[in-house]
Every structure is written in C-alpha cells, then in structure tokens.
C-alpha cells in the first residue's frame, strides 16, 4: 500500500517562505503523477498544483503561479513544493497526492481529485498578516 508523508508546515508571515516534502513509500514513485491541494477551513479542498511521473510537465492554480514552485526527486521518492511571497489566503491544510494509473501519458499533469489515488494526511500552513 502506497503512504503518503506530508511536511514542512508552519506558522509564516506574509511575504515568507516555506519548502512542503512529501515523502512516499510502499510503491514505486517514479511512475506516479503527482500533486499537492490544499483546504482553508470552510471551503472545498482546491487543486494547487501538480506534476508529470518525471517531472517534465507542471501545472499551477492561478492563485499561485510565479509564487510556488512543485519539484520531485525520483532517487529520494519525495515531492516538493517551494511557496515564496506567501499571503494570508494561502493558509491551509496541504495535502499530497499520487495517481497510479495504466495507460496515463507521460506529460500528464492531474487537477481533479478524483483523478488521485492515493493521499497524505496533511500538513498546516498557517499565514499571519
């Protein structure tokens, strides 16, 4: 069974930095796509950004385009996602996702839950103004 790890949130001021690892185990991860959400309390889980099995193709949400950056390390089977000018709205709890499924191109980059397979537990990003 694939396990999903989330770390690296904290509490930040606005206009801070913080770097997400999610560390994956159980499975083989360089042939997952893989992605981070996030909830803020009272609003659905959103789409941030996600990233192909070889790290060839991105995508963001609007909202964070220029500000965060996903990355992957296959030898160390994590996932990162830099965020930098952080702003209130970004609070959250951010999860990790992986899609493990046959026939999927190699540059396809996943946006919908429903497309993931497997998710972490989460990880707070707190904010402050």
């Known amino acids: 069974q694939v396990q999903l790890v989330e770390s690296g949130g904290g509490l930040v001021q606005a206009g801070g930095s913080l770097r997400l690892s999610c560390i994956a185990s159980?499975?083989?991860?360089?042939?997952?796509?893989m992605g981070w959400f996030r909830q803020a309390p009272g609003k659905p889980r959103e789409f941030v950004s996600s990233?192909?099995?070889?790290?060839?193709?991105?995508d963001y949400v609007h909202s964070v385009k220029g500000r965060f950056t996903i990355s992957r390390d296959n030898i160390k089977n994590t996932m990162y996602l830099q965020m930098n000018s952080l702003k209130p709205e970004d609070s959250a709890i951010y999860y990790c996702?992986?899609?493990?499924?046959?026939?999927?191109?190699?540059?396809?980059?996943?946006?919908?839950?429903?497309?993931?397979?497997?998710w972490g537990q989460g990880t707070q990003v707190t904010v402050s103004s």
């Open positions: 990233i192909s099995r070889e790290g060839i193709a991105t």
């Open positions: 996702a992986a899609q493990n499924r046959l026939g999927i191109s190699d540059l396809y980059t996943p946006k919908l839950e429903g497309e993931f397979d497997y």
């Open positions: 159980g499975g083989t991860f360089a042939s997952y796509h």
